[in-house]
C-alpha cells in the first residue's frame, strides 16, 4: 500500500496574490557560500523546520546539504535534544550533529509575538517539516488549515507516530514503541525475547521518506502551482521494511550465517535455490572456530565464489578505509569558529555535491541573519 499519505493544498481563492509564485521576488533568497562549499542543487529553496530530536530534523538536514536554506524554528530554551549528553563547550553533540546547515531562530508559540515571526516564516517558505504531535500547533492556533491559508504553495510534512489521520494518533510514540508496534522488535529477538534494534531505525526511516515526499511535493509544485500537504507515520514506514516476514510459510533466502575466525566473525551468504550451486563449497560450518583471521577467510571464500562479508563493529566502520575514501565522516565548524565532527550527506552527485557548510550554533543565534535574507518585519528582541 500507499506509504505516502497527503493532499494537494487547495488552489488560492480567485484574485489572490501568491507572492512566491515562480519568477516573483519571494522566490529568490541569499544564498550561502559559508566555508567555500559551492552552491548546491537546491540553492534557494527556503525551509523552516519544527522539530525535536531525528525526523524532521534529519529531513531538513539532508535538505540543508543539498543547498536549501534551513531555518530551524524552536523554543527559547532550545528543542529537546539540545540537552543531550555528552557535551562541547556545553552544546550537545546529537543535536549538533543532527542539525548541520541549518540557521538556529527562536520561536515562542506562547507569545503574540512569537506567533507572528512563525506566521511570517511559514509566509516566506517553500517547505515546512514538523513532528510535533498531532494537533499540537492547533493549539496555538496553527492548525493545518490556517498554515494553508498562510501559504497556499507551501510543501508541508508533518511527521508523527501514527500519521495524523490515525485511530491512534494521540498515543505518545518514540523510536522504541514504534519498532514494538510495527513488529520489527519481534524479528530481532534473543531467546525469545523481543529486542530494539541497535539504531533508532523508525526516527531514521521518518527523516528519509520525509526528504523523499518533500521533494516529491515540489515537483509536484513545480507542475501545478499548489502546494501539498504531508502525513507521514513512522509506524506505517517501519512495518513496511519488514515486508519479506509478512507471510511466514515463504521466509526470506539468503539471510545468511556467521562463521567464527581468529578476530571476530565473517557473514557468509547462503546460494539461493534458484541459483546454481558453487562447485567448491566451503568445508565451514556455523559451529567452527578458525585460526585464521577475517581478511584470510574471506579471501578463501570469495576465491570459491561465496558471498561474504566481515562482521564489523560500528567503531571500526567509522575508522576503516572505506569510510575515510569516500569523505563519510567530516570536521566543520560553527559561524564562530569553533570544530565540530559531522556525518556527510551520503547522497553523492555531479555537480553540485552536497557538502556540510557549518555546525549549528546557540539557540536564536542566526535570528538577525534570517530576518534579513527572508526580509522579515523587524525581528525585535530575541523571545
Same mark, same amino acid.
Request: proline share 7%.
Given at each position: 500500500?500507499?506509504?505516502?499519505?497527503?493532499?494537494? =493544498?487547495?488552489?488560492?481563492?480567485s484574485?489572490?496574490?501568491?507572492?512566491?509564485?515562480p519568477?516573483?521576488?519571494?522566490?529568490?533568497?541569499?544564498?550561502?557560500?559559508?566555508?567555500?562549499?559551492?552552491?548546491?542543487?537546491?540553492?534557494?529553496?527556503?525551509?523552516?523546520?519544527?522539530?525535536?530530536?531525528?525526523?524532521?530534523?534529519?529531513?531538513?538536514?539532508?535538505?540543508?546539504?543539498l543547498?536549501?536554506?534551513?531555518?530551524?524554528?524552536?523554543?527559547?530554551?532550545?528543542?529537546?535534544?539540545?540537552?543531550?549528553?555528552?557535551?562541547?563547550?556545553?552544546?550537545?553533540?546529537l543535536?549538533?550533529?543532527?542539525?548541520?546547515?541549518?540557521?538556529?531562530?527562536?520561536v515562542?508559540?506562547?507569545?503574540?509575538?512569537?506567533?507572528?515571526?512563525?506566521?511570517?516564516l511559514?509566509?516566506?517558505?517553500?517547505?515546512?517539516?514538523?513532528?510535533?504531535?498531532?494537533?499540537?500547533?492547533?493549539?496555538?492556533g496553527?492548525?493545518?488549515?490556517?498554515?494553508?491559508?498562510?501559504?497556499?504553495?507551501?510543501?508541508?510534512?508533518?511527521?508523527?507516530?501514527?500519521?495524523a489521520?490515525?485511530?491512534?494518533?494521540d498515543?505518545?510514540?518514540?523510536?522504541?514503541t514504534?519498532?514494538?508496534?510495527?513488529?520489527?522488535?519481534?524479528m530481532?529477538?534473543?531467546?525469545?525475547?523481543?529486542?530494539? /534494534?541497535?539504531?533508532? /531505525?523508525?526516527?531514521?526511516?521518518?527523516?528519509?521518506f520525509?526528504?523523499?515526499?518533500? !521533494?516529491?511535493?515540489?515537483a509536484?509544485?513545480?507542475?501545478?502551482?499548489?502546494?501539498r500537504?504531508?502525513?507521514?507515520?513512522?509506524?506505517?514506514?517501519?512495518?513496511?521494511v519488514?515486508?519479506?516476514?509478512?507471510?511466514p510459510?515463504?521466509?526470506?533466502a539468503?539471510?545468511?550465517?556467521?562463521v567464527?575466525?581468529?578476530?571476530?566473525?565473517?557473514? =557468509?551468504?547462503?546460494?539461493?535455490?534458484?541459483?546454481?550451486?558453487?562447485?567448491?563449497?566451503?568445508?565451514?560450518?556455523?559451529?567452527? /572456530?578458525?585460526?585464521?583471521?577475517?581478511?584470510?577467510? =574471506?579471501?578463501?571464500?570469495?576465491?570459491?565464489?561465496?558471498?561474504?562479508?566481515?562482521?564489523?563493529? /560500528?567503531g571500526?566502520?567509522?575508522?576503516n578505509?572505506?569510510?575515510?575514501?569516500?569523505?563519510?565522516?567530516?570536521?566543520?565548524?560553527?559561524?564562530?569558529?569553533?570544530?565540530?565532527?559531522?556525518?556527510?550527506?551520503? =547522497?553523492?552527485?555531479?555537480?553540485?555535491?552536497?557538502?556540510?557548510?557549518?555546525?549549528?550554533g546557540?539557540?536564536?543565534?542566526?535570528?538577525?541573519?534570517?530576518?534579513?535574507?527572508?526580509? !522579515?518585519?523587524?525581528?525585535g528582541?530575541?523571545?
Amino acid at each position: 500500500g500507499r506509504l505516502f499519505h497527503g493532499e494537494p =493544498i487547495r488552489r488560492p481563492a480567485s484574485g489572490t496574490v501568491v507572492s512566491s509564485a515562480p519568477g516573483s521576488e519571494r522566490s529568490t533568497v541569499r544564498s550561502s557560500t559559508h566555508g567555500g562549499a559551492a552552491a548546491g542543487v537546491l540553492d534557494g529553496l527556503r525551509v523552516v523546520e519544527m522539530g525535536s530530536y531525528t525526523t524532521a530534523p534529519l529531513a531538513a538536514r539532508n535538505l540543508g546539504m543539498l543547498g536549501a536554506y534551513v531555518v530551524k524554528a524552536e523554543p527559547p530554551g532550545g528543542e529537546l535534544s539540545r540537552a543531550s549528553p555528552p557535551y562541547q563547550d556545553g552544546q550537545s553533540y546529537l543535536c549538533t550533529m543532527s542539525n548541520t546547515d541549518k540557521r538556529a531562530f527562536a520561536v515562542d508559540l506562547r507569545t503574540a509575538d512569537g506567533r507572528k515571526r512563525f506566521s511570517e516564516l511559514l509566509s516566506h517558505a517553500d517547505v515546512f517539516v514538523e513532528n510535533m504531535k498531532p494537533g499540537a500547533l492547533a493549539r496555538f492556533g496553527f492548525s493545518r488549515e490556517r498554515i494553508e491559508a498562510l501559504n497556499p504553495r507551501l510543501i508541508y510534512c508533518s511527521v508523527s507516530g501514527y500519521g495524523a489521520g490515525s485511530p491512534l494518533a494521540d498515543l505518545p510514540a518514540m523510536d522504541t514503541t514504534i519498532q514494538g508496534a510495527a513488529g520489527l522488535m519481534a524479528m530481532t529477538a534473543d531467546a525469545g525475547r523481543p529486542c530494539k /534494534v541497535g539504531v533508532s /531505525v523508525a526516527d531514521l526511516l521518518g527523516g528519509q521518506f520525509g526528504l523523499a515526499a518533500i !521533494l516529491a511535493g515540489l515537483a509536484y509544485r513545480d507542475r501545478t502551482g499548489c502546494g501539498r500537504y504531508i502525513d507521514l507515520s513512522m509506524q506505517e514506514l517501519t512495518a513496511w521494511v519488514t515486508q519479506f516476514h509478512w507471510n511466514p510459510a515463504t521466509p526470506p533466502a539468503g539471510t545468511g550465517r556467521t562463521v567464527r575466525c581468529a578476530d571476530g566473525f565473517v557473514l =557468509i551468504i547462503d546460494a539461493d535455490p534458484a541459483e546454481a550451486a558453487p562447485v567448491d563449497r566451503p568445508s565451514i560450518s556455523a559451529d567452527d /572456530v578458525v585460526t585464521a583471521t577475517r581478511a584470510q577467510t =574471506i579471501a578463501t571464500l570469495a576465491a570459491r565464489g561465496i558471498r561474504c562479508a566481515p562482521v564489523q563493529s /560500528v567503531g571500526e566502520v567509522a575508522t576503516n578505509g572505506l569510510t575515510a575514501a569516500r569523505g563519510l565522516i567530516v570536521t566543520t565548524h560553527t559561524r564562530n569558529g569553533q570544530p565540530w565532527p559531522a556525518l556527510a550527506c551520503p =547522497i553523492r552527485m555531479a555537480p553540485g555535491m552536497p557538502a556540510i557548510r557549518w555546525a549549528l550554533g546557540a539557540v536564536d543565534s542566526d535570528r538577525d541573519e534570517v530576518v534579513r535574507d527572508w526580509t !522579515l518585519a523587524d525581528g525585535g528582541s530575541p523571545p
